[in-house]
């Protein structure tokens, strides 16, 4: 791998996401020119976006959000929080990682469902499985 270096390691680390071994790709990678693997690593590059952003559009749609909201312009002064859990913890969804339940309850028009979708769209985005329900 030596021979070209930052490219060779381009070139596996890309394959690698495209679960492809590292020993096919390290031989590539020494046995192409540089044009070549770097032909090779702009490949497994797209290919590795693409599988990205088919595995996000394939959360989104599982997710079955009644439409799709972010916390663009999301209205934070009807929001009570309870004792521990702030805005920050919410956004980081580090709540998830605690494998908390979130509960939203309010009345009519506070953005409970708005808040509900931009944390699906959250967790989507950062490769998590998320389901939106309602009561």
């Given at each position: 791998m030596a021979a070209n270096g930052a490219l060779a390691r381009r070139v596996v680390e890309a394959g690698r996401a495209c679960s492809l071994t590292t020993?096919?790709?390290?031989?590539?990678?020494?046995?192409?020119t540089p044009r070549q693997v770097e032909y090779l690593a702009g490949h497994l590059e797209a290919e590795r976006a693409s599988r990205e952003a088919s595995k996000r559009a394939t959360l989104l749609r599982r997710c079955a959000l009644p439409a799709p909201k972010t916390f663009d312009g999301y209205d934070w002064a009807a929001v009570s929080w309870p004792e521990g859990l702030g805005r920050e913890d919410l956004t980081s969804l580090g709540f998830l990682e605690r494998r908390e339940d979130l509960v939203l309850m309010g009345d009519v028009g506070t953005g409970k469902t708005h808040m509900a979708s931009a944390l699906c769209m959250l967790a989507c985005e950062r490769r998590l499985e998320a389901r939106f329900f309602t009561a």
């Open positions: 020993a096919v790709l390290e031989e590539w990678s020494e046995l192409g």
